[in-house]
């Protein structure tokens, strides 16, 4: 599809990790600069309970990481469909509610593109995982919604969506020169989604693509579920998690669940749950790990422990081994990981991937040996055994690779000049 003129509309991606926006124009790049001279906005927020500011992206985690009184958020997209979303955490005094958080976000990312491309967009295109929510429809719906109520809330007037791993099909059509049958495979920091589409220049002019997609599929796993895991696994028991109490019993799971999952982080820092790990320290076998616990609630430096994890995840798609400090809290713990400690850890949720694609490719009753290309995108898709699997269930598939972290809104750049012009 080529555009004499600048599209009306926008594509947002608004990710569990990072954000984009996209704008097709003739003869410029597509993805808007949004922080930094970078086109991805990392989908953090922090509010800054000393000067009642609120900063996005690479800077509020700066501001949290330099230890600023106040409250980050990351991975708010996961609050999307469920009662978290009006969830709160208080700090010093104010309560802050996540939707307006998330209102924030998407209103800075409007505004960052807008001052970009120095004109307004009232039209945009939102991507949508292909499930917000797994097995519950109403949920899910709901999820949608949300997400148009707050984008019409920031200025938006028009507000569509479209499947994320659709999306980065769109762009991919934009550099083949014949027919494909490609299965899309886009793992981000939430979700896994796939669609598998017929993909051409002659396929790319038409109005309506609907004949072209055999098949949509997706899981709610992604990047910060390998988090989770890789932290219970390797982390949570250097504070405790699964040590005993002397009654006997295990330490209660369900602060180590919360510090281990993005958006349940400040959780842990309730009055009620102090005074609980006060009287736990107490009774507890393993005192010195209850004390780190302690002094990361007390420093509130669950996110910096996140971040870690994440950083040393990311490592070990690289690296055979790594190590990870805890020095913000327990400067005498260095704790070193494998590759395969890593794998160990998240093989039920390769598997569960893995099953996902499976299915998807039995439902659409294609020959897995039909399939010319698999597309990786999302920055999860890095993982090198997931990875792997996939492309073990295509045998004949060629391997490309997108852009892991722009392929979504630059798709749905083009998604938008064709839905509004
Ligand atoms: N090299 C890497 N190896 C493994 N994981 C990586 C790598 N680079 C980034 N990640 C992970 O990718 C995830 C972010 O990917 P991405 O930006 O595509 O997600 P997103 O689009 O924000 O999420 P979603 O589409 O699920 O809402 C994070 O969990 C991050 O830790
Ligand atoms: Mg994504």
Redesign the pocket.
Same mark, same amino acid.
Not at 187 to 192: D, E, K, P, V
Not at 377 to 384: A, E, K, M, V, Y
């Given at each position: 599809m080529i555009h004499a003129s600048s599209a009306r509309a926008c594509g947002i =991606?608004?990710?569990? *990790?990072?954000?984009t926006v996209g704008w097709l124009r003739p003869q410029a790049p597509t993805l808007l600069l949004l922080e930094e001279d970078k086109p991805?906005l990392? *989908?953090i927020v922090f509010f800054n309970a000393e000067d009642d500011t609120i900063t996005f992206g690479r800077a509020g985690l700066r501001e949290y990481l330099e230890g600023c009184e106040g409250r980050l958020m990351r991975s708010l997209? +996961?609050l999307l469909g469920s009662s978290l979303i009006d969830g709160r955490t208080e700090v010093q005094g104010r309560t802050v509610v996540f939707r307006d958080l998330l209102t924030h976000f998407i209103g800075s990312l409007k505004a960052r593109a807008e001052n970009q491309s120095g004109r307004s967009f009232d039209q945009a295109v939102f991507?949508r995982?292909v499930y917000f929510v797994d097995d519950d429809e109403a949920a899910d719906q709901l999820a949608e919604q949300t997400l148009a109520g707050i984008a019409r809330a920031v200025g938006f007037k028009d507000v569509t969506f479209q499947y994320?791993p659709i999306a980065a099909a769109f762009h991919y059509e934009r550099d083949i020169h014949r027919e494909e049958l490609v299965l899309i495979a =886009?793992?981000?920091?939430?979700? +896994? =989604?796939f669609s598998l589409v017929r993909l051409s220049p002659e396929r790319a002019k038409a109005a309506d693509r609907r004949a072209d997609v055999l098949a949509n599929g997706g899981v709610h796993i992604? /990047?910060?579920d390998? =988090?989770r895991q890789l932290s219970l696994a390797s982390v949570m028991p250097q504070l405790g998690y699964r040590s005993l109490l002397s009654n006997g019993r295990e330490m209660p799971a369900g602060i180590y669940f919360n510090l281990a999952t993005w958006h349940t982080i400040n959780f842990a820092y309730t009055r009620q749950v102090w005074a609980e790990q006060q009287q736990l320290t107490l009774e507890a076998m393993n005192p010195e790990a209850l004390e780190r616990l302690q002094r990361l609630i007390e420093l509130r430096a669950g996110h910096w422990l996140a971040h870690q994890v994440?950083?040393a995840?990311?490592a070990? *798609?690289?690296h055979d081994t790594t190590t990870l400090s805890l020095e913000r809290f327990a400067p005498d713990v260095f704790h070193d990981l494998s590759r395969i400690e890593f794998e160990l850890a998240t093989t039920q949720l390769v598997e569960k991937v893995e099953g996902t694609v499976a299915t998807l490719l039995r439902e659409a009753g294609v020959a897995a040996g039909g399939i010319d290309t698999v597309f990786f995108? /999302? /920055? +999860? +898709? /890095?993982?090198?055994l997931l990875r792997r699997r996939i492309a073990a269930l295509l045998p004949k598939a060629r391997v490309v690779e997108g852009d892991?972290?722009g392929s979504?809104g630059a798709g749905l750049a083009v998604e938008a000049a064709r839905r509004f012009g």
């Open positions: =991606d608004f990710g569990t *990790s990072n954000s991805t990392p *989908s997209k +996961s991507g995982p994320e =886009d793992i981000g920091g939430g979700t +896994s =989604d992604g /990047g910060t390998f =988090d994440e950083e995840k990311i070990l *798609s690289a995108t /999302g /920055g +999860s +898709s /890095g993982i090198p892991l972290f979504i």
